[in-house]
């Protein structure tokens, strides 16, 4: 699998548009890694976690071709995952599509929900022609062609957050941001389940903030609980995402201190092949 980061920031982005602080101007001067979009990710070119308010820059600036896109994943409502209004652009009359099939949209049924509130029943309805919109009950598998997804509790202030567990071919993605220190659920569930690639939550770097997020101690926490419970060796790759600006530290900051625990800095185009 190769999972593709599109977006790497937390809800304002990296530089965030009305801040002057020492990161943002840092981002702004260097570009590059210093930039941030809204937190999202793609597998394999066909599934898309969280469409945000920057999934058509990103389709652009990083070369991404979605024609071929077949499952979209949702984690939460929040508004830097959850920009349901791009989804208007799979109709037909805005897009001549690869994949002839329908595409699968699945999430929390509060989220699915949420998009038929926020397109209105007509929209909705005509989206409905091209989308299969499918509600995804926690810690229930869900065969999606190639792909197993099991959709995990996370620990958020929204609701029905959920992380992902995505598997196909034998190999494994925890993906979990929007979470602070995973559920007691979500730890039962995992258990004795290998992982090849640890997608973490990093929003608050240095402080621990709040607990809907995590920071740089919670990370290595979390995978010093992984490597005890067996789910994780060393040929396992851990990477970290979600930054915002207020933890106070520029990519490189970040990446000196994320490699002396093994774990890798996401950017905006990094890919992990397992
Ligand atoms: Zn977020
Ligand atoms: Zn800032
Ligand atoms: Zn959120």
């Known amino acids: 699998m190769i999972l ?40 394999d070119n066909e599934l898309l976690i969280d469409v945000t308010p920057d999934t058509f820059s990103q389709s652009v600036s990083l070369g991404i071709d979605l024609s071929r896109l077949k ?46 509130n926020t397109l209105g029943e007509d929209d909705f309805s005509a989206l409905s022609q091209h989308i299969d919109f499918t509600e995804l009950a926690a810690f229930t598998p869900y065969t999606l062609g190639d792909f197993t997804v099991t959709a995990l509790q996370a620990r958020h202030p929204s609701q029905s957050p959920y992380i992902y567990l995505i598997e196909k071919q034998g190999r494994r993605i925890l993906y979990a941001n929007d979470t602070g220190y995973l559920p007691e659920a979500t730890w039962d569930y995992i258990a004795g389940i290998h992982l090849d690639i640890v997608s973490l939550d990093c929003t608050h770097l240095t402080e621990s903030g709040t607990a809907g997020h995590m920071c740089i101690e919670d990370d290595i926490t979390t995978i010093r609980r992984l490597f005890q419970l067996g789910n994780v060796t060393n040929r396992t790759v851990f990477a970290a995402t979600h930054f915002s600006h207020n933890g106070n530290l520029t990519h490189s900051e970040i990446d000196e201190r994320l490699r002396l625990h093994g774990i890798i800095t996401s950017y905006d185009g990094l890919e992990i092949r397992v």
Do not use: Q, W
């Open 4 to 43: 593709k980061y599109l977006g790497t920031g937390s809800s304002e982005g990296i530089p965030s548009p009305f801040c002057t602080c020492r990161v943002c101007t840092h981002a702004r001067k260097h570009g590059g890694t210093e930039i941030r979009h809204r937190t999202s990710a793609i597998i």
């Open 71 to 116: 499952y979209i994943l949702f984690t939460h409502t929040h508004s830097d995952h959850f920009y349901v209004r791009e989804l208007i652009n799979i109709l037909p009359i805005y897009a001549h599509r690869k994949s002839r099939g329908n595409i699968t949209v699945l999430s929390s049924s509060y989220a699915i929900e949420e998009i038929r």
